[in-house]
DNA sequence: GATGGCCTACTCGGATAATGCATGTCCGAGTATCAGCGG
DNA sequence: CCGCTGATACTCGGACATGCATTATCCGAGTAGGCCATC
Protein backbone atom coordinates (compact mmCIF):
# COMPACT_ATOMS: atom_id res chain seq x y z
CA UNK A 1 0.00 0.00 0.00
CA UNK A 2 2.67 2.20 -0.70
CA UNK A 3 2.81 4.55 -3.97
CA UNK A 4 5.82 3.34 -5.98
CA UNK A 5 9.34 4.75 -6.40
CA UNK A 6 8.44 6.15 -9.65
CA UNK A 7 5.88 8.88 -8.48
CA UNK A 8 8.23 10.82 -6.73
CA UNK A 9 10.38 11.07 -9.98
CA UNK A 10 7.10 12.03 -11.97
CA UNK A 11 6.77 14.68 -9.21
CA UNK A 12 10.14 16.15 -10.04
CA UNK A 13 9.52 15.73 -13.90
CA UNK A 14 6.41 17.63 -13.63
CA UNK A 15 7.99 20.68 -11.69
CA UNK A 16 10.93 20.86 -13.65
CA UNK A 17 8.39 20.88 -16.78
CA UNK A 18 6.20 22.89 -15.21
CA UNK A 19 8.69 25.97 -14.63
CA UNK A 20 10.40 25.15 -17.84
CA UNK A 21 9.74 27.42 -20.33
CA UNK A 22 7.20 25.71 -22.54
CA UNK A 23 8.66 26.59 -25.69
CA UNK A 24 11.64 24.93 -25.27
CA UNK A 25 11.30 21.19 -24.98
CA UNK A 26 13.33 18.94 -22.47
CA UNK A 27 15.09 16.36 -23.47
CA UNK A 28 14.91 13.16 -21.33
CA UNK A 29 18.75 13.44 -20.77
CA UNK A 30 18.78 16.66 -19.59
CA UNK A 31 15.93 15.61 -16.78
CA UNK A 32 18.54 12.79 -15.94
CA UNK A 33 21.44 15.67 -15.13
CA UNK A 34 19.26 16.49 -12.34
CA UNK A 35 17.29 13.38 -11.65
CA UNK A 36 20.77 10.60 -11.03
CA UNK A 37 18.63 8.08 -11.81
CA UNK A 38 18.29 5.27 -14.35
CA UNK A 39 18.04 7.20 -17.41
CA UNK A 40 16.05 4.59 -19.31
CA UNK A 41 13.96 3.80 -16.83
CA UNK A 42 13.19 7.67 -16.50
CA UNK A 43 11.61 7.60 -20.08
CA UNK A 44 9.52 4.98 -18.91
CA UNK A 45 7.92 7.19 -16.20
CA UNK A 46 7.70 9.87 -18.78
CA UNK A 47 6.38 8.19 -21.34
CA UNK A 48 3.02 7.28 -18.82
CA UNK A 49 2.73 10.85 -18.25
CA UNK A 50 3.10 11.46 -21.93
CA UNK A 51 -0.15 8.54 -22.13
CA UNK A 52 -1.95 10.74 -19.84
CA UNK A 53 -1.93 13.53 -21.47
CA UNK A 54 0.21 15.33 -19.02
CA UNK A 55 3.44 15.90 -21.07
CA UNK A 56 3.84 16.20 -24.81
CA UNK A 57 6.64 14.80 -26.35
CA UNK A 58 8.25 15.62 -29.72
CA UNK A 59 10.75 13.26 -31.55
CA UNK A 60 13.57 14.38 -33.53
CA UNK A 61 16.63 16.97 -33.09
CA UNK A 62 15.85 19.75 -30.72
CA UNK A 63 12.60 17.30 -29.55
CA UNK A 64 11.90 16.46 -25.66
CA UNK A 65 9.30 17.42 -23.43
CA UNK A 66 7.40 19.91 -22.14
CA UNK A 67 3.83 20.34 -19.97
CA UNK A 68 0.53 19.48 -21.99
CA UNK A 69 -1.29 21.90 -19.66
CA UNK A 70 -0.64 25.12 -17.80
CA UNK A 71 0.11 24.01 -13.87
CA UNK A 72 -2.89 25.09 -12.58
CA UNK A 73 -4.76 22.84 -14.61
CA UNK A 74 -3.00 18.87 -12.88
CA UNK A 75 -3.22 17.56 -9.35
CA UNK A 76 -1.53 15.08 -7.67
CA UNK A 77 -4.01 12.88 -8.53
CA UNK A 78 -3.55 13.20 -11.75
CA UNK A 79 0.13 12.54 -11.22
CA UNK A 80 -0.68 9.70 -9.25
CA UNK A 81 -3.22 7.86 -11.83
CA UNK A 82 -0.71 8.41 -14.86
CA UNK A 83 1.50 6.09 -12.47
CA UNK A 84 -0.38 3.59 -10.83
CA UNK A 85 -3.61 3.06 -12.62
CA UNK A 86 -6.99 3.64 -11.17
CA UNK A 87 -6.70 3.46 -7.61
CA UNK A 88 -8.74 0.60 -6.19
CA UNK A 89 -7.03 -0.11 -2.65
CA UNK A 90 -9.23 -3.25 -2.55
CA UNK A 91 -8.68 -5.95 -5.22
CA UNK A 92 -11.57 -8.41 -5.04
CA UNK A 93 -10.85 -11.76 -5.71
CA UNK A 94 -13.83 -13.47 -5.48
CA UNK A 95 -12.82 -15.20 -2.26
CA UNK A 96 -15.23 -14.04 0.50
CA UNK A 97 -17.61 -15.66 -2.36
CA UNK A 98 -15.45 -18.83 -2.35
CA UNK A 99 -15.46 -19.10 2.02
CA UNK A 100 -19.14 -18.61 2.78
CA UNK A 101 -20.89 -20.35 -0.64
CA UNK A 102 -23.02 -22.42 1.83
CA UNK A 103 -24.49 -18.77 2.89
CA UNK A 104 -26.19 -17.49 0.18
CA UNK A 105 -27.14 -13.91 2.25
CA UNK A 106 -23.32 -13.68 2.59
CA UNK A 107 -22.37 -14.54 -1.03
CA UNK A 108 -24.31 -12.33 -2.48
CA UNK A 109 -23.57 -8.97 -0.76
CA UNK A 110 -20.31 -9.55 1.60
CA UNK A 111 -18.03 -8.87 -1.46
CA UNK A 112 -19.91 -5.78 -2.53
CA UNK A 113 -20.03 -4.36 1.14
CA UNK A 114 -16.49 -4.39 1.61
CA UNK A 115 -16.01 -3.43 -2.11
CA UNK A 116 -18.09 -0.79 -1.01
CA UNK A 117 -16.24 0.55 2.20
CA UNK A 118 -12.91 0.47 0.22
CA UNK A 119 -14.67 2.35 -2.18
CA UNK A 120 -15.43 4.90 0.13
CA UNK A 121 -12.40 5.25 1.71
CA UNK A 122 -10.29 5.34 -1.87
CA UNK A 123 -13.06 8.59 -2.90
CA UNK A 124 -12.24 10.22 0.22
CA UNK A 125 -8.35 9.90 -0.62
CA UNK A 126 -8.65 10.79 -4.26
CA UNK A 127 -10.70 13.62 -3.51
CA UNK A 128 -8.20 15.19 -1.37
CA UNK A 129 -5.44 14.91 -3.60
CA UNK A 130 -7.67 16.17 -6.85
CA UNK A 131 -7.63 19.44 -4.58
CA UNK A 132 -4.06 20.30 -4.99
CA UNK A 133 -2.73 21.40 -8.39
CA UNK A 134 0.75 21.21 -9.20
CA UNK A 135 0.76 25.24 -9.33
CA UNK A 136 -0.47 25.51 -6.10
CA UNK A 137 2.14 23.30 -4.62
CA UNK A 138 4.55 24.72 -5.99
CA UNK A 139 3.43 28.41 -5.03
CA UNK A 140 3.06 27.18 -1.50
CA UNK A 141 6.98 25.89 -1.54
CA UNK A 142 8.58 29.52 -2.89
CA UNK A 143 6.83 30.94 -0.68
CA UNK A 144 7.13 34.75 -1.22
CA UNK A 145 9.59 33.87 -4.18
CA UNK A 146 8.20 34.44 -7.59
CA UNK A 147 7.42 31.23 -9.43
CA UNK A 148 9.59 31.82 -12.86
CA UNK A 149 10.49 29.83 -15.71
CA UNK A 150 13.73 28.74 -16.05
CA UNK A 151 15.26 27.12 -19.28
CA UNK A 152 17.12 23.68 -17.43
CA UNK A 153 18.52 22.97 -21.15
CA UNK A 154 21.69 25.01 -20.57
CA UNK A 155 23.69 22.63 -19.61
CA UNK A 156 27.40 23.21 -19.91
CA UNK A 157 27.72 20.18 -22.71
CA UNK A 158 24.37 22.47 -24.75
CA UNK A 159 25.95 25.52 -24.74
CA UNK A 160 29.68 24.38 -25.64
CA UNK A 161 27.66 22.57 -28.78
CA UNK A 162 26.11 25.57 -29.39
CA UNK A 163 29.20 27.79 -29.47
CA UNK A 164 31.12 25.27 -31.68
CA UNK A 165 28.24 25.47 -34.53
CA UNK A 166 28.01 29.34 -34.37
CA UNK A 167 32.16 29.18 -34.97
CA UNK A 168 31.94 26.69 -37.54
CA UNK A 169 29.26 28.68 -39.53
CA UNK A 170 31.43 31.76 -39.00
CA UNK A 171 34.92 30.02 -40.11
CA UNK A 172 34.00 27.22 -42.08
CA UNK A 173 34.64 23.89 -40.61
CA UNK A 174 37.86 23.88 -39.36
CA UNK B 1 -0.97 0.87 -4.58
CA UNK B 2 -3.22 -2.06 -3.74
CA UNK B 3 -3.61 -3.73 -0.97
CA UNK B 4 -1.99 -7.21 -0.67
CA UNK B 5 -3.84 -10.66 -1.56
CA UNK B 6 -3.12 -11.54 2.24
CA UNK B 7 -5.54 -8.92 3.36
CA UNK B 8 -8.70 -10.41 1.61
CA UNK B 9 -7.84 -13.63 3.28
CA UNK B 10 -7.18 -11.51 6.68
CA UNK B 11 -10.84 -10.31 6.35
CA UNK B 12 -11.99 -13.89 5.68
CA UNK B 13 -10.15 -15.07 8.91
CA UNK B 14 -11.91 -12.49 10.69
CA UNK B 15 -15.45 -13.12 9.50
CA UNK B 16 -14.46 -16.78 10.63
CA UNK B 17 -13.04 -16.07 13.98
CA UNK B 18 -15.88 -13.67 14.47
CA UNK B 19 -18.78 -16.07 14.03
CA UNK B 20 -17.04 -18.88 16.03
CA UNK B 21 -17.79 -19.92 19.73
CA UNK B 22 -15.53 -18.03 21.39
CA UNK B 23 -15.00 -21.07 23.71
CA UNK B 24 -13.93 -23.00 20.96
CA UNK B 25 -10.79 -22.06 19.23
CA UNK B 26 -10.51 -22.55 15.77
CA UNK B 27 -7.25 -24.26 13.69
CA UNK B 28 -5.67 -22.88 11.41
CA UNK B 29 -6.04 -25.91 9.52
CA UNK B 30 -9.42 -25.98 10.08
CA UNK B 31 -9.52 -22.43 8.76
CA UNK B 32 -7.48 -23.40 5.42
CA UNK B 33 -10.48 -25.75 5.28
CA UNK B 34 -12.27 -22.46 3.72
CA UNK B 35 -9.87 -20.79 2.36
CA UNK B 36 -8.24 -22.96 0.16
CA UNK B 37 -5.01 -21.27 -0.02
CA UNK B 38 -1.65 -22.21 0.82
CA UNK B 39 -1.85 -23.18 4.51
CA UNK B 40 1.82 -22.37 5.48
CA UNK B 41 0.99 -18.90 4.15
CA UNK B 42 -2.35 -18.84 6.42
CA UNK B 43 -0.62 -19.38 9.34
CA UNK B 44 1.85 -16.19 8.41
CA UNK B 45 -1.37 -14.40 8.01
CA UNK B 46 -3.02 -14.85 10.94
CA UNK B 47 0.06 -14.28 12.80
CA UNK B 48 0.22 -10.73 11.81
CA UNK B 49 -3.13 -10.24 13.38
CA UNK B 50 -1.90 -12.24 16.55
CA UNK B 51 1.03 -9.58 16.80
CA UNK B 52 -1.90 -7.05 16.37
CA UNK B 53 -3.32 -8.08 19.17
CA UNK B 54 -6.48 -8.86 16.87
CA UNK B 55 -7.02 -12.47 17.62
CA UNK B 56 -5.38 -14.63 20.56
CA UNK B 57 -3.42 -18.29 20.15
CA UNK B 58 -3.32 -21.16 21.77
CA UNK B 59 -0.58 -23.89 21.49
CA UNK B 60 -1.19 -27.63 22.28
CA UNK B 61 -3.87 -29.91 21.57
CA UNK B 62 -6.81 -28.40 21.12
CA UNK B 63 -5.29 -25.19 20.59
CA UNK B 64 -6.49 -22.73 17.95
CA UNK B 65 -7.47 -19.19 17.61
CA UNK B 66 -10.00 -16.71 18.72
CA UNK B 67 -10.84 -13.75 18.12
CA UNK B 68 -9.59 -11.17 20.78
CA UNK B 69 -11.83 -8.73 21.33
CA UNK B 70 -15.73 -8.83 20.54
CA UNK B 71 -16.10 -8.09 17.03
CA UNK B 72 -17.82 -4.58 17.48
CA UNK B 73 -14.38 -3.05 18.92
CA UNK B 74 -12.55 -4.40 15.50
CA UNK B 75 -12.50 -2.09 12.77
CA UNK B 76 -11.02 -2.40 9.20
CA UNK B 77 -8.18 -0.58 9.11
CA UNK B 78 -7.28 -2.43 12.39
CA UNK B 79 -7.30 -5.53 10.14
CA UNK B 80 -5.59 -3.38 7.31
CA UNK B 81 -2.50 -2.06 9.31
CA UNK B 82 -2.51 -5.53 11.04
CA UNK B 83 -1.31 -6.60 7.59
CA UNK B 84 0.74 -3.87 5.72
CA UNK B 85 1.84 -1.81 9.22
CA UNK B 86 0.88 1.58 9.66
CA UNK B 87 -0.49 3.42 6.44
CA UNK B 88 1.36 6.01 4.59
CA UNK B 89 0.99 6.09 0.21
CA UNK B 90 3.93 8.66 0.02
CA UNK B 91 7.24 7.25 0.73
CA UNK B 92 9.97 10.04 0.55
CA UNK B 93 13.65 9.24 -0.85
CA UNK B 94 14.84 12.90 -0.63
CA UNK B 95 14.26 12.88 -4.33
CA UNK B 96 13.12 16.45 -4.13
CA UNK B 97 15.62 17.86 -2.01
CA UNK B 98 18.35 16.51 -4.05
CA UNK B 99 16.88 17.50 -7.76
CA UNK B 100 16.22 21.06 -6.01
CA UNK B 101 18.62 21.37 -3.83
CA UNK B 102 20.39 25.21 -5.66
CA UNK B 103 17.14 26.53 -4.31
CA UNK B 104 16.65 26.58 -1.08
CA UNK B 105 13.46 27.50 -0.51
CA UNK B 106 12.15 24.92 -2.16
CA UNK B 107 14.60 22.34 -0.60
CA UNK B 108 13.04 23.43 2.93
CA UNK B 109 9.54 22.91 2.46
CA UNK B 110 9.47 21.21 -0.78
CA UNK B 111 9.05 17.76 0.42
CA UNK B 112 7.50 18.16 3.42
CA UNK B 113 4.29 20.30 0.96
CA UNK B 114 3.84 16.65 -0.41
CA UNK B 115 4.53 14.71 2.69
CA UNK B 116 1.20 16.75 3.77
CA UNK B 117 -0.85 16.50 1.02
CA UNK B 118 -0.49 12.73 0.93
CA UNK B 119 -0.26 12.56 4.75
CA UNK B 120 -3.92 14.21 4.70
CA UNK B 121 -5.48 12.13 1.89
CA UNK B 122 -4.43 9.00 3.73
CA UNK B 123 -5.86 10.57 6.88
CA UNK B 124 -9.34 10.29 5.18
CA UNK B 125 -8.95 6.92 3.81
CA UNK B 126 -7.92 5.66 7.48
CA UNK B 127 -10.82 7.54 8.94
CA UNK B 128 -12.92 6.38 6.87
CA UNK B 129 -12.49 2.48 7.38
CA UNK B 130 -12.27 2.92 11.23
CA UNK B 131 -15.36 3.54 10.81
CA UNK B 132 -16.35 0.22 9.74
CA UNK B 133 -16.53 -2.05 12.34
CA UNK B 134 -16.00 -5.84 11.56
CA UNK B 135 -19.95 -6.25 13.32
CA UNK B 136 -21.37 -3.69 11.06
CA UNK B 137 -20.44 -5.38 8.45
CA UNK B 138 -21.52 -8.82 9.05
CA UNK B 139 -24.47 -7.58 10.14
CA UNK B 140 -25.48 -5.25 6.85
CA UNK B 141 -24.09 -8.54 4.98
CA UNK B 142 -26.48 -11.20 6.64
CA UNK B 143 -29.10 -8.53 6.54
CA UNK B 144 -32.34 -9.52 8.20
CA UNK B 145 -30.64 -13.13 9.47
CA UNK B 146 -30.02 -13.04 12.90
CA UNK B 147 -25.51 -13.34 13.60
CA UNK B 148 -25.27 -16.53 15.10
CA UNK B 149 -22.44 -18.23 16.29
CA UNK B 150 -20.77 -21.61 14.72
CA UNK B 151 -18.64 -24.00 15.64
CA UNK B 152 -16.46 -24.37 12.42
CA UNK B 153 -14.29 -27.22 13.74
CA UNK B 154 -17.03 -29.75 13.28
CA UNK B 155 -15.59 -31.29 10.23
CA UNK B 156 -16.16 -34.58 9.41
CA UNK B 157 -12.95 -35.90 10.32
CA UNK B 158 -13.06 -34.53 13.73
CA UNK B 159 -16.22 -35.96 14.49
CA UNK B 160 -14.57 -39.44 13.14
CA UNK B 161 -11.60 -39.14 15.49
CA UNK B 162 -14.09 -38.57 18.43
CA UNK B 163 -16.37 -41.19 17.68
CA UNK B 164 -13.56 -43.37 17.25
CA UNK B 165 -12.09 -42.52 20.86
CA UNK B 166 -15.61 -42.78 22.16
CA UNK B 167 -15.87 -46.49 21.06
CA UNK B 168 -12.26 -46.84 22.13
CA UNK B 169 -13.10 -46.12 25.90
CA UNK B 170 -16.25 -48.42 26.12
CA UNK B 171 -14.65 -51.10 23.70
CA UNK B 172 -11.15 -51.07 24.91
CA UNK B 173 -8.67 -51.09 22.08
CA UNK B 174 -9.48 -53.14 19.34
C1' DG C 1 -8.36 -47.00 42.68
C1' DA C 2 -5.79 -42.55 42.83
C1' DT C 3 -1.77 -39.99 41.64
C1' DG C 4 2.43 -38.55 39.66
C1' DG C 5 5.65 -38.67 35.81
C1' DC C 6 6.69 -39.45 31.18
C1' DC C 7 5.55 -39.60 26.41
C1' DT C 8 3.22 -38.61 22.37
C1' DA C 9 0.57 -36.01 19.33
C1' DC C 10 -0.83 -31.82 18.23
C1' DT C 11 -0.51 -26.84 18.00
C1' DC C 12 1.88 -22.50 16.79
C1' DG C 13 6.36 -19.87 15.36
C1' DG C 14 10.35 -18.31 12.94
C1' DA C 15 14.12 -19.30 9.43
C1' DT C 16 14.28 -20.65 4.43
C1' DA C 17 12.94 -20.96 -0.95
C1' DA C 18 9.95 -19.61 -5.27
C1' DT C 19 7.07 -16.41 -7.80
C1' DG C 20 5.36 -11.78 -9.49
C1' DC C 21 5.73 -7.03 -10.11
C1' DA C 22 8.43 -2.80 -9.97
C1' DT C 23 12.74 -1.46 -11.62
C1' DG C 24 16.47 -1.16 -14.91
C1' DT C 25 18.58 -2.03 -19.83
C1' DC C 26 18.87 -2.60 -24.71
C1' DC C 27 18.00 -1.87 -29.55
C1' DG C 28 14.69 -0.24 -33.12
C1' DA C 29 11.35 3.65 -35.19
C1' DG C 30 10.63 8.25 -36.41
C1' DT C 31 11.75 13.12 -37.43
C1' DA C 32 13.95 17.73 -37.82
C1' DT C 33 18.22 19.43 -39.22
C1' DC C 34 21.97 20.01 -42.27
C1' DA C 35 24.96 19.28 -46.33
C1' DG C 36 25.30 18.63 -51.02
C1' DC C 37 23.59 18.88 -55.62
C1' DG C 38 21.01 20.58 -59.35
C1' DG C 39 18.41 24.17 -61.45
C1' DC D 1 21.26 32.40 -55.44
C1' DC D 2 17.19 29.19 -54.34
C1' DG D 3 14.94 24.74 -53.87
C1' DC D 4 15.07 19.70 -53.66
C1' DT D 5 16.94 15.37 -52.00
C1' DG D 6 19.36 12.40 -49.27
C1' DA D 7 22.01 11.36 -45.32
C1' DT D 8 22.62 11.98 -40.57
C1' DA D 9 22.30 12.68 -35.91
C1' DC D 10 19.28 13.17 -32.54
C1' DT D 11 14.94 12.19 -30.24
C1' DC D 12 11.38 9.04 -28.35
C1' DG D 13 9.22 4.12 -28.05
C1' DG D 14 8.57 -0.60 -27.06
C1' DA D 15 10.72 -5.48 -26.32
C1' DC D 16 14.07 -7.77 -23.07
C1' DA D 17 16.82 -8.64 -18.18
C1' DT D 18 17.35 -7.92 -12.96
C1' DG D 19 16.16 -7.12 -7.95
C1' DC D 20 13.21 -6.81 -4.27
C1' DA D 21 8.70 -7.68 -1.94
C1' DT D 22 4.95 -10.75 -1.57
C1' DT D 23 3.78 -15.39 -1.52
C1' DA D 24 4.73 -20.15 -0.27
C1' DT D 25 7.37 -23.89 2.35
C1' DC D 26 9.95 -26.41 5.75
C1' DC D 27 11.48 -27.74 10.21
C1' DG D 28 11.93 -26.57 15.19
C1' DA D 29 9.69 -25.00 19.94
C1' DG D 30 6.18 -25.45 23.11
C1' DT D 31 2.01 -27.25 25.30
C1' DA D 32 -1.99 -30.10 26.64
C1' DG D 33 -3.73 -34.40 27.03
C1' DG D 34 -3.28 -39.43 27.54
C1' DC D 35 -0.93 -43.70 29.08
C1' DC D 36 1.50 -46.27 32.39
C1' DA D 37 3.84 -47.39 36.54
C1' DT D 38 3.76 -46.77 41.18
C1' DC D 39 1.82 -46.04 45.68
Avoid at 15 to 21: C, E, G, P, R
Avoid at 64 to 88: D, K, M, R, Y
Avoid at 92 to 108: G, M, N, R
Wanted: charged share 25%; proline share 3%; hydrophobic share 40%.
Amino acid sequence: MKLTKGFEQAACIIVLLATQDPNIPLTSLEINKRLKCSPTYLRKIIRKLVVSKLVNSVSGNNGGFTLATSAENINLLQVVEALEGPIETFSDTELISEVFKEFPFITDHGTAILKNAFAQADQLWRDSLKKKTVHQLIKEAVGDEKVSLYNWNHSAEKRDLLIRKVMNSIHGND
